[in-house]
């Protein structure tokens, strides 16, 4: 372990563990997911041009770079922005003509099931594999029945679904096959880009994702007409002034989102060398932790992959202190560890409601909400800092039977519960 750097503003105070009486080792929160600051004159004179074309929305020449920049990124024929994620999913899945059921897995942000049950379409939730937390495709298959028009498979944490499992049984069985890749920019699947696959893909570009716009979204597909239906959609169904050619709705992205798109695109290359220096970190720093696995790549010298999550299985049986536990240690310290995709989406409103049987087939799923932490990382972040964290996390388990008698009891009401 190096020492840690006093002069650093999140200077390291090894003892005692804040849940233990000592104060917190960082000053300021280290949080998962903070926003990546991208070159600040670049998009500063991005929005300067902006406000001197006074050109702020309606297809703009930024949003139309910011497109160009993602189809020459992406590898695929068309890229069509929009003002977020979930707006981007909703109008694939309109374009799509997707309905009555499609199915998606439960473990994953709640938008991709929102998305769906916002247009009346039942999203089946299926299984995740536990190795990779990714859509099971054999339960895919269970769950086909007559109303199953379509299957969304997530990559989640930015790594790729099983794409041809999943490709074969959508041609097989007659259904649509979209991907959410709101984690996958700067991913691929054997060397494919992330955004070439199934009938469309879509992308994410939430201030938290390591391609951002502050909020933005986009759908890739190399379907021309698709990419025309989905143009339309974004801008009322308007096919000119004064024409409406199709239901559509407001989904265009502004200038000055995609002067932030543009700028944080160009600097991805630094983002995710950083966040693989952080990983690579972590593995080293959580090693012989009892109980506690990094979520690794095995693939990492084939495939790119952006690192923006690092992602911990705390499994109760072998580690001295659960991953709520941890958690609360963390969040004591000031690391604002967080339990994505807790509960998983079966277990939240209104498909705890709608569903209630859901969840008998969703064991892996059940297991891997209970047990997953993720760990910040990002550019703001460097050695000094996830040291440390690793250092919290060995003390912990050092001094567990003490840790555990100064936390709460796991009660569903616990501090711990109300902030993550
Ligand atoms: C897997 C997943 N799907 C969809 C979304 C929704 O994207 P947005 O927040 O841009 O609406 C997100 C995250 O933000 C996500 O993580």
């Known amino acids: 372990m190096h020492a840690p750097d006093p002069a650093h503003s999140h200077a390291w105070k090894p003892t005692p563990l804040a849940v233990l009486g000592g104060a917190p080792a960082f000053a300021e929160p280290l949080h998962v997911g903070r926003p990546n600051v991208p070159d600040r004159a670049k998009l500063l004179q991005r929005i300067e041009g902006a406000l001197d074309r006074r050109w702020f929305t309606n297809d703009g020449p930024l949003v139309q770079e910011f497109e160009a920049a993602l189809v020459r990124q992406l590898q695929v024929k068309h890229v069509v922005a929009m003002c977020n994620g979930t707006t981007a999913l909703e109008i694939a899945i309109r374009a799509l003509?997707?309905?009555?059921?499609?199915?998606?897995?439960?473990?994953?942000?709640?938008?991709?099931?929102?998305?769906?049950?916002?247009?009346?379409?039942?999203?089946?939730?299926?299984?995740?594999?536990?190795?990779?937390?990714?859509?099971?495709?054999?339960?895919?298959?269970?769950?086909?029945?007559?109303?199953?028009?379509?299957?969304?498979?997530?990559?989640?944490?930015?790594?790729?679904?099983?794409?041809?499992?999943?490709?074969?049984?959508?041609?097989?069985?007659?259904?649509t096959l979209l991907f959410d890749a709101a984690h996958a920019m700067g991913?691929?699947?054997?060397?494919?880009?992330?955004?070439?696959?199934?009938?469309?893909?879509?992308?994410?570009?939430?201030?938290?994702?390591?391609?951002?716009?502050?909020?933005?979204?986009?759908?890739?597909?190399?379907?021309?007409?698709?990419?025309?239906?989905?143009?339309?959609?974004?801008?009322?169904?308007?096919?000119?002034?004064?024409?409406?050619?199709?239901?559509?709705?407001?989904?265009?992205?502004?200038?000055?989102?995609?002067?932030?798109?543009?700028?944080?695109?160009?600097?991805?290359?630094?983002?995710?060398?950083?966040?693989?220096?952080?990983?690579?970190?972590?593995?080293?720093?959580?090693?012989?932790?009892?109980?506690?696995?990094?979520?690794?790549?095995?693939?990492?010298?084939?495939?790119?992959?952006?690192?923006?999550?690092?992602?911990?299985?705390?499994?109760?049986?072998?580690?001295?202190?659960?991953?709520?536990?941890?958690?609360?240690?963390l969040t004591a310290e000031n690391v604002r560890a967080r339990r994505y995709f807790y509960p998983g989406c079966h277990r939240m409103e209104p498909y705890r409601s709608l569903l209630p049987d859901a969840l008998k087939r969703l064991p892996v799923t059940e297991e891997i909400v209970a047990k997953v932490l993720l760990l910040p990382t990002g550019p703001t972040l460097g050695e000094t800092e996830i040291l440390s964290v690793c250092g919290i996390l060995h003390r912990a388990a050092a001094e567990s039977v003490a840790v555990r008698g100064a936390l709460p009891p796991p009660d569903g009401a616990s501090p711990t519960s109300r902030i993550l």
């Open 97 to 175: 003509e997707l309905k009555g059921e499609v199915i998606v897995p439960s473990f994953t942000f709640v938008a991709t099931a929102h998305a769906l049950q916002w247009q009346e379409i039942t999203p089946v939730f299926a299984d995740i594999e536990p190795a990779t937390h990714l859509i099971d495709p054999a339960q895919v298959e269970r769950l086909i029945t007559p109303r199953t028009t379509g299957i969304i498979g997530v990559h989640t944490w930015g790594r790729p679904c099983d794409v041809a499992a999943l490709a074969e049984i959508a041609d097989r069985r007659g259904l």
């Open 187 to 329: 991913c691929t699947h054997r060397g494919v880009p992330i955004g070439r696959f199934g009938a469309a893909e879509v992308f994410s570009f939430h201030a938290t994702k390591c391609v951002h716009s502050f909020e933005g979204g986009a759908v890739a597909t190399n379907d021309d007409v698709l990419a025309e239906k989905l143009r339309l959609m974004r801008n009322f169904g308007f096919a000119g002034y004064d024409r409406v050619v199709y239901l559509g709705i407001n989904g265009k992205l502004s200038e000055i989102h995609a002067a932030m798109g543009l700028t944080s695109l160009e600097d991805l290359p630094r983002v995710v060398a950083h966040n693989r220096r952080n990983f690579e970190l972590y593995r080293q720093g959580l090693a012989g932790l009892p109980g506690l696995r990094l979520l690794d790549y095995d693939d990492a010298a084939a495939e790119s992959r952006n690192y923006q999550y690092v992602v911990v299985e705390c499994d109760p049986a072998a580690s001295p202190l659960g991953r709520d536990e941890l958690a609360a240690v």
